[in-house]
Structure formats: C-alpha cells, structure tokens
C-alpha cells in the first residue's frame, strides 16, 4: 500500500514540473498563437541561472533567491526576444514564428556552452527541505512534497491573476479573440510582452526548482520543450486547468506504466497524446477555437501557374543542375544529391502545408518510413535499389493514409501535434523493434546497386526523380483537385455547402504528401547506404519544417529554396566553426527578419510575378 | 576563433602551401579526418579533442611520421546524426583527401561510418562507442576500435559482481541498445558464473529523461540485494540524488558502468555514491611511468587534469601514427595490415590491436567508489587488461562475418 502511495506521490511531483513549463507555454500559445519553440530553452536558462546565482551567494538565501531571480531573468529574456525579434513577424504567415524561435533554441545552446561550459552542474539541494519524510512507512523526499504543493499553489495564483486582475481579463480576452480584443482598443503589443515575461519566467522557474532534482546539463532545453508541448495540447491550448490535468494524468501514466511496462518510456506521453487527440480533438479541456476573421493575416494570394520568366529561369536551373557533375567533386556531388532529395521531402511538406493547410510536426515519419522500407528490404529479402525505391513511396504513402485518417479530423496546432505523435510512434517502433529494424544501431549496407554506384549516376537518378516527383507535385496543385484543395483550406465552409468533401481532399493531399516524402527517404537510403531512427526523429520534422517556412510556405518554390539554402549552410557552416549553432541560429533569425515571408516570398513580391498579397489586403 | 578552428584553418593553409611548393612533395603533411559529437556530447568529447591535439603535437615536435611528414588533422561535428556523420566523411575523403578516419561517440554513429570505411576501403579508428557489433556482428576489414566494448566492460564487473553474496538482482539502463546489450551481457555472464542469483526486475529509462523517483521507487519495490546501474551523465545524477534520499542504496551492493569515470564521477562531486563498484578512470592516482608522462604534459599543456575522453583521444592517434611507422606507407590495404597486431604503450599500458576481430585490448579501472576531501575518487582499484576479458577466438569467429 505504502509503495502505491509513494509511487503516486512521485507521480505528483513530476506532473507540477511539467505543468509550470506548460502553463507557460500555453499561456503564451493562448494569447499570441506563437508556437514558441524557444521554451525549453528557457527552462534551461532558469536552471542555469539558478544555479549560479545559488553557487554564488550559497546557502538558504542563494538558492532560494536564486530561484526568484533566475525566474525574473528569464522572463526579463523572453521579453526581449518578444521585442527584438516576435513583435515584427505577427503580420507573418501562420507558423513563421516558429522558425525565429528556431533560431533562438539553436544560438542559446551555444551561449550555455559557452558561458556554463560542458560539464554537467549538480547545484545544491535544497536548503531546509534536503531530507525524506516517511510516509506509510516508504522513505519519500521532503522537497519533492514541496513540489506537490508548489504546482496547485501556482495553478490557484494564475487563476486569480486573470479571474480578478485587469491583465487577467484582457489576456482572457485576447486568449478568445484576439482581433476583437484588438478592436476593443486594446494594446495588444503591451499585452503581448507582459504574456512572453509571464510565460518565460513560469518556464525559468520550472526550470530553476529543478536544480535540487538533477544536475544542470545542456540537453534540458529539447527533453522538455516536447513534453511540454504535449502537456498544452492534451490539455487543450490556452487552458490552465487543462495542462494541469494533463501534467496529473502523464505524470501519473508514467510513474506507474513503468511497474507494468518499462520499456514504455520512450512512447508513453506520445501514446497519451494520440488518444486523447482522437477521442477529443481539442485537448482534455480546450475549446473550437473562434473562427478566423481573416483580419491577422492578409488573404494569400491566389497561385499562379508560372508564366515564361519563370519557367526559363526553371530550364536554367535544371540545365546548370545537369552541368554541374562535369565540374562538380565527388563530395559536392553528395552534397548536391543530398539537397536535392531534402528539395523533394520540403516540396512534399510543402504540398500538405502550404495549399493543404495542414501544418505536420511528424513529417519524418513518411520520409522515415520511405527510407526504411528501402533498409528493410536490403536487410531481409535482398531486394535490389528499384525495387526499394519503388516500395519506398507506397510504404510512406501507407503509413499517411492509415495516420491521415486520424489527423485530418483535427485542424491547426491539434492537427500537427497529432502527426508529431504518431511520427513519434513510428519513431519508438523502429527504436525499439531491434530484431526487425534494428534498433538504434539501424541498419546498413543499403547501397544503390551497382550500375547507379558511381556518385554521377546516383546523383543524375535523383535529379530526374526529383525533378518528376516536384513537377507532379506542382501539377497537382494547378489541377481541379489542387483548386479544390485550396478551396477547403481557406473557406471550408462555403467548400462543404458546394458539395465538396473537404476532409476527404486533405485526407487524399495528406497521403500524396507521405507518399512523396517516402520517395525522398528512399532516395536518402541509398545515398547514405544505412537507415536510422533518426531519419524519423523530431529533429528531421523540424528540418523539414524549417526548410518550408525558411523558403516561404505561400509560394511553390519556397520548400525548393528553402531546402537548398539550409542544408547549404548547415553543411558549410559545419564545416568552417565549432560555433555553428551560433552562427546558423543567427542566420536563421537575421532572414527571419529581412524575410518575413521566406526568401522566395521575398523574390515573389520583388520581381512581381503579379501582385503581391500584401498590396491586396 | 577557437583553437580549434585554427588548427582546421592552418590546416587547410597548409595543404595549400604544400600543394604550391613542388619542391616540399617529401614533407607533405599526413592528413587524418576526425569527426566526432563535438555539440552533442561537449562533456566528454572536448577533453577528448585535447587527448588528440596532444598527441599529434608530441608526434610533429618528434620530427612527424615517415621520414618528416608532418600529422595533420581535419577535425569536423557529426551533430549527433549518423546521416551527417556519413556526409562528413565523404568529405573527409574525398575532398580533404585524409588517409584515414577516426573518432566518433555514439555507437549508431560510429557503426555507420564503418559502414561507410567498408565501402569506400578506407581505415577508420572507432575511438569510443562501445557496441559489439562495431568489431563482432558488424566488423569488417577497414574498422577497428579502441574502447572496451560494453560485453568487456560488463565483463569486468560481472568478475565483481560474483563475489558479492547478493541472489536477488535488479537492472536499471537507457532504452537502446548501449543499454540493452550491457544489461544482457551482465546477465548472461553473472547467470553462468553464479546461477543462484536471480533478476527479479528491470527498468528502462529513456536515455536524458529518466522519472528518477518513479524509477527508484520501482526498483526499491523488488527489494533486491543488488542493483547493477548503467545510466550515466544527468540520468545518473538524477537517479543518484533520488535513490539516496529514498533509501535505496541503504545496505545494497550496486554494480555500475563507467561511474568511476571523472566525466561521470566529478560533476556528482559530494554526493558521489560511496561504496558502488564501478568501471573508471582514476587519473590522479595511476602512477605508472606512461601515465605519469601523459598526465603531466596534458596538464602542462591544458591546464586541467585528463579525463577518459583525453586518453581515448591520445591513444586513438597515437595508434594511427604508429600503424603509419608500422606501414611504412599511407597506402590503406598496408595500414590495415599494419593495424593488425599493432601494439601501443597507452598511457594506461601496454594495447594490442587484436588481428582477430579489430578490438584493441585497451583495458579499464575496476574499483570502488569513496568520497575524499568532498569529492569522489575511486578505491581498491586495479587496471582490468582487456585481453583478459574477451570471449574465446571460436566464438568471437562465430559471432563476425568472414573477410
């Protein structure tokens, strides 16, 4: 009896961590609707923070200002990112914060290097609470009691704060309707630095009371801004009360899942999130948000099909593109091989994202699956590199039809949350399943075969695929069923009442969008002659997703651009500095703001292929 | 600019000069490409990068290799992705025309780019991960490897393990397959040595996440009398700090991997588990003449004192340089034939490069954990000479494909 007590009580204090992190991150969601990919990041600062400050000054007054104070400065560094660098992207397709924040994460890794050096920092524990208490006879300890109080404690003040305060009420307000609170008068900038200090310092304060758990290492930052992320949206975003059931029911899964199952560690909150965003596509407690009024974001402007200047500038591109190899080296032609096959994975992402409407945080999963079926057959049937190229897209197409189903009863942040779960399914499987895939030791020797061996000829197959698959792909979108696609993207409504089956059409566009990012993850098998997880894992969704909205999700070369400038710099940067986290989130965040709407927007509104959206709102 | 950056930088300007001045072609400088989780896992990669600059300064103030030729060394980050990792080495190769490779962390990392050695026939050095299948299942003739492999260094404290009077067993380990194999290994080895003792449970963190309370509460409920621990950096902190607030290490043996090392054991710095038994590294302590020299020029140079990672680094390139004297040639068929058999004075003692399967006999410090002057060192420890712990040739044929 005892041990379930405790066992629960562990439960508890896991969930208040997991929920102050998330009740930032879904305060700041609620009002601004930035994806704010940055707060893990500064859950890890408070951690830092704290610790200095509790290294520096020692003893009860150290550790526990410290905690106020590393709170305070990370919220005071969340509004200066607020200021700097968010403020100027609000008029910002949908998403395009997410990027800046991106580039936030990637410089604030290199800061903390920098400044708190490589070695793990195990701070002090906490003073006055460094003991166990018994309870039912099980040793359990006193700070993580504190903790179990701590998280209703902050839940209750939030909840006063906005029940009883003016910032309360407006935040409230924006949190329903932000245009019309906009309309009311308010000052939505002045509100929206106080929710970023809010929400960051709740972040930082997660992170400071941490310390006394666990020693302070550089890899917090990205093992909790995901799990926070599935907190806000189990929860339903912008709910309180919801992130902090959410936080119980995980916290609570996870305490005792492991007695039953232990291996389930790696799925657990994943598995949670799928369920619950299936049975409630709106979170445990979250609500249909207000319909769109159009009035943040300025309509797109409707595709054209390329007229002659852009289609000889194409021709151009393709001429030097089959040139290249005569003067190209052998690396650069892996390079370039290497580019062109993430060209088609962004154009696939692109397709579902951009005329889709549907943004997908799990798009790893198909190019994934793609690339996996080419290993697989190499490993267990001996199949030859055309053969795997051909089973590459029906196995990511598959997998996006079966998930598709699932996620296209869902919209926005819920609809992309729900791919991040079930790529991350997929994820643990090929993880786990160690006799089939391999585990994490993935598997090699999936080289093309040998007449496409040379890098020339490998590199001439994926040009003339790619180019196929991009050209298919753009063809979709100028036909009836892309038209019909964008139709129930920006009105399905009006696309419902004239006898179109919008859901039927995202599910179709979903499952062309995995089975093109398969054929990309064939192609990259074979390039790279292994295949592992972690063609699958978060961080290559979030490469995708940063090539898209890098390029500019609203024009159909965007994801092209896109994937050749990024890949571009990460192989060159890489190459030149040991900072090159710094050095590329810098990059990211200085086109982030010379860009606002992707590089190929840009070119889009300077060379004029017709009216720019902006001059038309 | 960091020192690194500099060393790639003059190095690139050296091939340059060389390359220009056609009168030099004698003392054309021998490149290496090294790559490595440089941002992934700074904690024990940056010592390890110093372990490596160290010895390629101690060759080149030497006089270099062949007759004059200066060591040089292409240095890149995998970022933690084995995809980037097989990229980088194409361009090690190709474009920066290094002879051979060495470095890598990560077992899935180091895995595929002896994948790539195998295809592209050129010689690769694993300097750290630790996966069998680096030398056994997945061996080939252009890999060969450094570190201790999980099966040995579970090995060793199976040796351990036995002498303990504990029956009832409990396993706590990351979730993939560094983890997995240890735990098997220390099963199956303990189980033929003692076949009285049973385990009654096991847990399976993931790997930067662990629930320590939740965990430890876990593995308390089994009631063992011995808990063999794999989790390292800030799991192990974690699972350190809960486990002895709540008692679980009270009157309990734990048996643990890579603990003893200072990457590991210094940042738990007060709090360092007194009385575990642990695989290590107790650099302020091993006084033999070869390591007393390494320490010294590595503090003298750096410092700081060495970490594991320093000797894993030192070492890999000190084999390199000797595998070339060895070869007399850069050519990639006579360096492998060179690496077979090849025997180094490592600082920690005498390594042979096995010609059966690739595996350098490079040992480890068995010892146990002690708290002195507030921080942990490890007592009663002796050095476990790889050689000692490996399975019989008959089975370690069975277990690698033919050439």
Not at chain 1, 495 to 518: C, K
Not at chain 2, 183 to 211: H, N, Y
Not at chain 2, 386 to 396: I, N, T
Request: hydrophobic residues 50%.
């Amino acid at each position: 009896m005892g041990f379930y007590v405790t066992q629960f009580m562990s439960g508890l204090a896991q969930a208040a961590t997991l929920f102050l992190v998330a009740s930032g991150l879904s305060i700041i969601f609620g009002v601004t609707r930035i994806v704010n990919f940055a707060h893990g990041s500064f859950y890890m600062l408070g951690a830092y923070m704290a610790y200095t400050v509790s290294d520096v000054v020692g003893g009860f007054a150290g550790f526990w200002g410290g905690i106020v104070a590393a709170a305070l400065a990370a919220g005071v560094i969340g509004v200066v990112m607020e200021m700097v660098l968010l403020r100027r992207l609000y008029r910002s397709p949908e998403l395009f914060q997410l990027l800046a924040t991106f580039g936030v994460v990637l410089v604030i890794q290199d800061l903390a290097l920098t400044i708190w050096g490589p070695e793990d920092l195990l701070g002090p524990r906490a003073p006055g609470l460094e003991g166990r208490v018994r309870i039912l006879g099980q040793a359990f300890p006193q700070y993580d009691v504190f903790l179990i109080v701590l998280g209703p404690v902050v839940l209750a003040l939030l909840l006063l704060l906005f029940k009883w305060t003016r910032w309360g009420t407006l935040v409230r307000a924006a949190t329903q309707d932000r245009e019309m609170t906009g309309a009311l008068g308010v000052n939505e900038r002045r509100l929206f630095t106080s929710v970023l200090f809010v929400g960051c310092a709740l972040a930082g304060l997660g992170g400071a009371l941490q310390v006394p758990r666990e020693a302070v290492n550089l890899q917090m930052d990205v093992s909790m801004v995901v799990e926070a992320f599935v907190v806000v949206v189990v929860g339903g975003m912008g709910s309180l009360m919801g992130a902090f059931l959410a936080a119980l029911l995980i916290g609570q899964l996870q305490a005792f899942g492991i007695l039953i199952f232990p291996q389930i560690t790696l799925v657990l909150v994943f598995l949670v999130m799928a369920v619950v965003l299936v049975v409630r596509p709106y979170g445990l407690l979250g609500k249909p948000p207000a319909a769109a009024r159009g009035a943040a974001h300025a309509p797109e402007a409707p595709l054209r099909p390329a007229g002659l200047p852009a289609k000889l500038f194409g021709v151009a591109v393709l001429a030097v593109l089959l040139l290249l190899p005569v003067v190209a080296g052998q690396y650069a032609l892996v390079v370039l091989t290497e580019t062109l096959v993430l060209v088609l994975f962004a154009a696939s992402l692109h397709f579902m994202m951009g005329p889709g409407g549907m943004v997908s945080f799990g798009h790893a999963a198909y190019f994934g699956l793609g690339a996996y079926a080419a290993g697989l057959l190499t490993k267990h049937m001996d199949g030859g590199m055309l053969a795997g190229l051909v089973t590459a897209p029906v196995l990511g197409g598959l997998g996006a039809l079966l998930f598709g189903w699932f996620c296209v009863r869902l919209s926005g942040v819920y609809l992309a949350m729900l791919t991040l779960a079930f790529a991350q399914i997929v994820w643990s499987v090929a993880f786990q399943w160690t006799a089939v895939t391999g585990g994490d030791n993935g598997i090699l020797g999936v080289w093309p075969a040998p007449w496409a061996s040379a890098k020339w000829v490998y590199y001439y197959l994926t040009l003339a695929v790619v180019t196929g698959a991009v050209l298919m792909l753009r063809r979709a979108i100028f036909a009836p069923f892309g038209y019909a696609m964008r139709a129930g993207r920006d009105s399905p409504l009006r696309s419902e009442a004239i006898g179109m089956d919008v859901r039927r059409l995202q599910w179709l566009a979903f499952t062309a969008a995995g089975a093109m990012a398969g054929l990309a993850g064939g192609l990259y098998a074979y390039a790279k002659g292994s295949v592992f997880p972690t063609f699958l894992s978060v961080p290559a969704s979030v490469d995708a997703l940063v090539m898209v909205l890098m390029g500019g999700v609203q024009t159909i070369a965007g994801p092209l651009v896109g994937a050749a400038v990024f890949h571009g710099l990460e192989t060159e940067v890489v190459r030149y500095t040991d900072f090159w986290r710094l050095i590329l989130g810098g990059i990211i965040i200085l086109l982030v703001l010379a860009f606002p709407k992707g590089i190929a927007g840009a070119a889009d509104a300077w060379f004029g292929s017709g009216r720019s959206a902006e001059g038309r709102a | 600019m960091n020192r690194f950056a500099r060393t790639a930088k003059s190095a690139v300007l050296g091939a340059v000069l060389a390359a220009t001045a056609t009168t030099a072609w004698a003392a054309d400088p021998i490149r290496i490409g090294e790559i490595n989780s440089y941002t992934g896992l700074p904690a024990f990669t940056i010592p390890y990068r110093n372990g490596w600059e160290l010895a390629v300064e101690e060759v080149n103030a030497k006089g270099g290799l062949l007759g004059g030729r200066k060591l040089e060394v292409v240095s890149r980050d995998d970022s933690g992705k084995p995809e980037d990792a097989v990229r980088i080495a194409s361009e090690l190769v190709n474009s920066e025309k290094v002879v051979a490779l060495a470095g890598t962390f990560f077992s899935h990392i180091g895995l595929a780019v002896s994948d790539f050695a195998a295809r592209n026939k050129t010689l690769f050095i694993a300097a750290e991960p630790l996966t069998d299948a680096v030398t056994w299942e997945k061996g080939n003739r252009y890999t060969f490897r450094l570190r201790p492999s999980t099966y040995m260094q579970a090995a060793m404290l199976v040796e351990e393990a036995a002498k303990l009077p504990a029956k009832r067993w409990v396993t706590v380990a990351p979730n993939y397959e560094y983890g997995q194999s240890a735990v098997a290994s220390f099963k199956a080895l303990l189980k033929a040595k003692r076949p009285d003792v049973e385990f009654v449970s096991e847990q399976w963190p993931a790997q930067g996440k662990i629930d320590a309370g939740s965990t430890v509460q876990a593995l308390n409920a089994a009631n063992p009398d011995a808990i063999f621990n794999v989790t390292f950096g800030p799991d192990l902190s974690k699972f350190v700090r809960e486990g002895t607030t709540r008692g679980l290490f009270d009157n309990r043996a734990v048996v643990s991997l890579l603990t003893g090392e200072p990457e590991y054991l210094d940042p738990l710095k007060g709090e360092a588990p007194e009385g575990w038994i642990v695989t290590g590294y107790p650099q302020e302590q091993v006084d033999t003449p070869e390591h007393k020299a390494f320490r010294d020029a590595y503090m003298k140079r750096f410092n700081d004192y060495p970490r594991l990672g320093s000797i894993v680094g030192y070492s890999t390139f000190q084999a390199l340089a000797a595998a070339i004297e060895k070869a007399g040639s850069t050519d990639t068929e006579k360096l492998v034939d060179a690496m077979k058999g090849l025997n180094i004075t490592s600082p920690l003692g005498p390594v042979t490069f096995r010609a059966i399967d690739h595996q350098a006999t490079m040992g480890a410090y068995v010892g146990k954990v002690a708290l002195k002057g507030g921080k942990g060192v490890m007592v009663d420890w002796r050095y476990a000479d790889g050689a000692k712990y490996l399975p019989a040739d008959d089975e370690v044929a069975k277990r690698r494909p033919k050439e």
